[in-house]
């Protein structure tokens, strides 16, 4: 075994521990996509694999497509994850999901930190539509994205109402949800004549399925 490879493993057993210690509880365990099903549907789809350690989204296959959702609905949490993309590649995490057969899509309620290729993918040239972004309502307020190929540390905090985004340890988008602005932001966004959009106040987490290859990996979350 290649020292590498032992001193990533101890760091990511060691970084698992000190979330434990801080209240975080996996949301992935690394080995299996226990926990998330893809939405609307009782099982994850095959398109989700696990490959070193992380979910990874095959858009190689057809089989198996769909945004995977957590199985349990959150209201107040600390959501942290990894994630990285392919060259191109386009994704993003949404919360606050209301699973429903009358809602085809994740995004149809949940609000979305993007996830991007800001560079190579069309939507980078896009107001509010790059990496950190709360997806089409709010641009972050600064540039904090890694290369493609790199790992970056997103977090989600929401409570009672405050929403914060944070994206390599930097706070790129800070708003409060459900009052008159919030209103107005959907208003003046695309999602305007989207009944239930951003109107939940408790639901699921989701990684999305763009068509594109993401990995998400040290998913963890804790109740606040």
């Known amino acids: 075994m290649k020292k590498s490879f032992v001193a990533a493993a101890f760091l990511m057993a060691a970084?698992?521990?000190?979330?434990?210690?801080?209240?975080f509880k996996p949301l992935f365990d690394g080995k299996t996509t226990a926990g998330w099903h893809t939405y609307n549907k009782t099982e994850a789809g095959s398109a989700w694999v696990v490959d070193n350690g992380a979910l990874m989204m095959n858009s190689e296959t057809k089989e198996g497509r769909g945004?995977?959702?957590?199985?349990?609905?959150?209201?107040?949490?600390?959501?942290?994850?990894e994630w990285k993309v392919?060259?191109?590649?386009?994704?993003?995490?949404?919360f606050?999901?209301?699973?429903?057969?009358?809602?085809?899509?994740?995004?149809?309620t949940g609000p979305e930190m993007q996830v991007l290729d800001d560079e190579r993918h069309p939507d980078g040239k896009i107001n509010k539509h790059n990496s950190g972004d709360l997806y089409d309502l709010i641009k972050s307020s600064t540039r904090a994205v890694k290369p493609?190929?790199?790992w970056n540390l997103a977090e989600i905090i929401a409570k009672n109402g405050k929403l914060e985004l944070k994206l390599n340890g930097k706070s790129v988008v800070k708003t409060t949800m459900w009052d008159d602005n919030w209103k107005a932001l959907?208003?003046?966004?695309?999602f305007a004549k989207w009944e239930g959009f951003?109107?939940?106040?408790?639901?699921?987490?989701?990684?999305?399925?763009?068509?594109?290859?993401?990995?998400?990996?040290?998913?963890?979350?804790?109740?606040?």
């Open 186 to 190: 959907i208003a003046g966004s695309k």
């Open 148 to 150: 493609v190929g790199e």
């Open 96 to 108: 606050f999901v209301h699973e429903e057969p009358k809602y085809r899509a994740t995004y149809a």
């Open 198 to 224: 951003g109107a939940y106040k408790s639901g699921k987490i989701a990684l999305q399925d763009h068509g594109d290859k993401v990995w998400y990996r040290n998913i963890v979350i804790k109740e606040l």
């Open 86 to 94: 392919a060259e191109g590649a386009n994704s993003g995490i949404i």
């Open 67 to 81: 945004d995977l959702v957590t199985d349990k609905e959150y209201s107040n949490f600390h959501l942290k994850l």
């Open 15 to 23: 970084t698992f521990g000190a979330q434990a210690q801080k209240g």
